[in-house]
Each structure stands twice: as structure tokens, then as C-alpha cells.
């Protein structure tokens, strides 16, 4: 009798998970709100958010372009909020605000940002996944894109979880 190939359902987060570390993301973590990233969508796969440009962002005066520090340091948080959404998923039974607790120790470990483009854009949207979890180590792959969906920037990221 042939094998029947053995299928999981996708995992999906409980609301309460995903509005605890939409805040967590947006509030908690004060430099985002000063970036201005909002979140805009949150699976165990993949994170989205946004930054829309304002007069603060500015980092070349002529070009009204976003400074690099800003794309770092958003590619840099939208691969904390990556692992914090892995570590989510590995933990599913336990109870949402249980998970929650787990991101204390979270920090960045290394990180590289390529600048393909000119930052030159209305809003900008942040993409960013998880191509390892491992026990103590988290790997990411990030993007930075611009209103056109232009990739902008490519980051990628090591966080120690434990």
C-alpha cells in the first residue's frame, strides 16, 4: 500500500499573538515608532511592514532620498520581528501571551545591508524571512522596496534567541 504523504495545515497565529507583537513592534520598541514602521501583515513565513518618507527620514537634502541609516536599522528590526514571528510558530501550543515572553533575549548578532538603488520613494515597504531557526541562532533575509515595488536595498541578519 503506497505511503500517503503526511500534510500539515499552515500554521496561523491567534489574533491576540499577532496584536502583542504588533505592539511589542510599534510601541514597545520606541526607535520604530521614530522610523515610523507599521506593520502590515505578520505569518510565520514572512513579515511586511511599511515606513512612510517624511521630512525626518531625510538623509541626502537635494534628492529628499532616506537616509541609510534608516533602511539599516528598519532591515535590522524587520529580522528581529522575522524571529519573533519563527519562535512564535515553533511554540504554538503554548498559550499566545506565553510566546510572547520568549523575545527578551532577543539581539542582533551581525547584519549586511546592500544599497542597490537611491532610497527615493513616498512610503516603502520592508519584507523580511527566516531561512534558519536554529536553538541559539536565527538567520535572516530582508528587502527594502520602494512605493513601485522597486527592490531597493537587501539586507540579511544573524540574532542570538537564547
Same mark, same amino acid.
Given at each position: ?63 529628499? +532620498?532616506?537616509?541609510?541609516? &534608516?533602511? $539599516? ?5 524587520? !529580522? ?7 519562535? @512564535? ?42 531561512? +534558519?531557526?536554529?536553538?541559539? &541562532?536565527? $538567520? ?5 522596496? !520602494? ?7 537587501? @539586507? ?7
Amino acid at each position: 500500500m503506497p505511503k500517503t504523504p503526511h500534510i500539515t495545515a499552515p500554521i496561523e497565529f491567534e489574533p491576540e499573538f499577532v496584536q502583542g507583537l504588533t505592539q511589542i513592534f510599534q510601541e514597545n520598541i520606541v526607535f520604530n515608532t521614530v522610523l515610523g514602521l507599521k506593520i502590515h501583515s505578520i505569518t510565520p513565513e514572512r513579515v511586511v511592514a511599511h515606513i512612510a518618507m517624511k521630512r525626518d527620514l531625510i538623509g541626502h537634502y537635494s534628492y529628499n +532620498r532616506i537616509h541609510g541609516g &534608516v533602511i $539599516s536599522a528598519g532591515l535590522d528590526a524587520m !529580522g528581529g520581528l522575522a524571529v519573533m514571528a519563527a519562535i @512564535g510558530a515553533r511554540h504554538m501550543d503554548e498559550a499566545p501571551m506565553q510566546r510572547l515572553h520568549r523575545f527578551a533575549k532577543l539581539g542582533t548578532i551581525d547584519l549586511r545591508v546592500d544599497y542597490l538603488r537611491p532610497g527615493i520613494s513616498e512610503r516603502f515597504e520592508l519584507r523580511a524571512e527566516v531561512i +534558519r531557526l536554529g536553538s541559539r &541562532v536565527a $538567520s535572516t533575509r530582508m528587502e527594502f522596496l !520602494g512605493a513601485d515595488g522597486k527592490l531597493l536595498s537587501t @539586507g540579511c541578519g544573524s540574532y542570538i534567541v537564547s
